[in-house]
């Protein structure tokens, strides 16, 4: 088993592994190469990963994926500024020289 874990998530409340309900949050995990995300509660999500060799407790692992499902949207805002960056670069001239003389692009 190869899981890897992607983040925290308030919408999915019940683990899929064990079927307990009424979560404050399940972690966000995939399974093996190209499975889809699960949603498992801090306790099988820290013995889901054991399986990599990672022993760490339930409560710490919540904490830690949060940190990860933070880290992963501070990515996504880094990627949608770069890409609105390239299309910046790769609009009209007359649209570049606009920017330039903004001051938008230095
Ligand atoms: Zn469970």
Redesign the pocket.
Known sequence: MNATMLGTSDEVLQ??????PDLKKTIVLTIGEDSDPVY??S??AAWALKGRGIKIAGPKLQKLAERVAAARSDIANQSNHISRLEAMIAAPSWFRWLNLASGILR
């Open positions: 683990c899929e592994c064990c079927g307990k498992y509660g306790t099988c």
